[in-house]
């Protein structure tokens, strides 16, 4: 329906959400460059990272997907986002050696860039089950190294990343100097004495919306800001 209405698509911004009054809140990537999607299961965040990967794709973008559950279902990211595929880099990772090897292709490809390699289109690195896919890497710091990268440097080169998960402690979202390089966060239904990971605040202690929150996240700001 947007994109019939031609809302969507080359030219246009990206929509990124939407406020509570249906006024549609625009951007591009540059204002997200690293994103988390948070929020307990069935709260949306795989629709939520579709309906910005399918606007992104009508803008040229490539995507290199690491997902846990990819051969589980329809319902996975991966089978969400095969319609898609003709834009994906690479076959969507499943296991602890198809991560590295996506961590190590899409590492490569930034260094290229960064070296002053041509590219033509942004290129994304999409994760579901971040937490999970930290633990199974275990010592393996790979996938932590390229996040920094991409949060400092991806920006210059179109290279960004989009983490989908449930959990964001310290403990489980690999320090809290990796989390807080996350630029921009969707929260969708959540606990609330999870919200701090993003406010930087107990939400408790703020007389806010959460939905107010989380049309502010949609803009790209800084969490806290």
């Keep these: 329906e947007l994109l ?4 969507l698509g080359q030219g246009r911004p990206v929509v990124l959400g939407y406020l509570p009054s249906g006024e549609a809140v625009t951007g591009g990537l540059e204002a997200m460059v690293s994103t ?6 069935g709260s949306g965040k795989t629709t939520t990272l579709r309906f910005l990967a399918s606007q992104l794709a009508l803008k040229g973008a490539k995507f290199a997907i690491l997902d846990p559950h990819a051969a589980a279902g329809d319902e996975s990211l991966a089978s969400t986002l095969a319609p898609l595929s003709g834009a994906f880099v690479c076959s969507p990772a499943s296991d602890q050696r198809a991560y590295g090897q ?9 260094e290229r860039r960064l070296a002053g390699g041509r590219y033509g289109a942004p ?3 999409l994760c579901d089950e971040f937490t999970r896919v930290m633990r199974e890497l275990g010592d393996d710091d790979s996938l ?17 990343t989009m983490l989908l998960g449930q959990t964001w402690g310290v403990s ?9 390089t ?7 239904r959540i606990k609330s004495d ?9 939400w408790s202690s703020r007389k806010r919306s959460p939905y107010r929150r989380a049309a502010r996240c949609f803009s790209g700001r800084a969490r806290g800001s």
């Design 182 to 188: 996350l630029a921009s966060a969707y929260v969708h």
């Design 36 to 41: 988390a999607i948070a929020g307990v299961s």
């Design 172 to 180: 489980r979202a690999g320090g809290s100097e990796l989390r807080d």
């Design 4 to 7: 019939g209405r031609g809302e």
């Design 102 to 110: 996506t961590v190590a292709l899409v590492a490569r490809e930034l």
């Design 144 to 160: 932590s190294h390229l996040l920094e990268a991409i949060a400092t440097e991806g920006r210059k080169v179109e290279v960004f």
């Design 194 to 202: 999870r919200l701090k990971c993003y406010s930087g605040a107990a």
């Design 123 to 125: 290129l994304l690195l």
